[in-house]
């Protein structure tokens, strides 16, 4: 009777064992599809904002209160959607950066909702032609199956001469 019930626990474990392998295969399957889609997201306000087209910005840009961008410059702190939008506009209309991408990490959450980035870009200042590195995190949140901005913080390194 133990031997028999040694078997029944070794199987039960056995068959807990592949349910955990296969919900974790699963979860790894459905991570891949959202860091695609997260990273198109982030790469559509990048892409957006060296045209200066606000509106395409805005629309993958969660429309939430504790929305917070950070820019580059001393001063730029927007907290909510109208005042990023605001803020976003004075910069597209300065440009004073044209910047390429050389690095960029996207990280998911195990439930395919939460995305956070991080990516490193080359950049030349409009105004001195000097050569910067532009330093960005940003975190994205999936809201009725879209990728939406919540959170961006931008960082220059020092010129260089």
Not at 56 to 78: F, K, P, V
Not at 114 to 142: F, H, L, N, P, Y
Request: glycine share 6%; aromatic share 6%; proline share 1%.
């Amino acid at each position: 009777m133990k031997k028999l019930a040694a078997q029944i626990l070794l199987a039960g474990a056995a068959v807990a064992s592949a349910g955990m392998f296969f919900v974790e295969a699963s979860q790894k399957l459905a991570v891949e599809p959202a860091k695609t889609q997260a990273k198109k997201a982030f790469d559509g306000i990048n892409q957006a904002y060296e045209k200066g087209d606000i509106d395409t910005m805005m629309s993958n840009i969660a429309s939430d209160a504790s929305l917070t961008i950070i820019g580059a410059e001393d001063g730029n702190y927007y907290v909510g959607y109208e005042n990023v939008k605001n803020g976003l506009k004075k910069a597209a209309q300065l440009r004073a950066y044209k910047c390429q991408m050389t690095e960029q990490s996207v990280n998911v959450n195990k439930s395919s909702d939460v995305a956070w980035i991080a990516q490193k870009s080359d950049c030349t200042m409009a105004k001195s032609g000097k050569k910067v590195t532009m330093r960005s995190t940003a975190v994205e949140i999936k809201k009725d199956g879209k990728w939406l901005l919540i959170q961006a913080h931008h960082s220059l390194g020092t010129p260089e001469e």
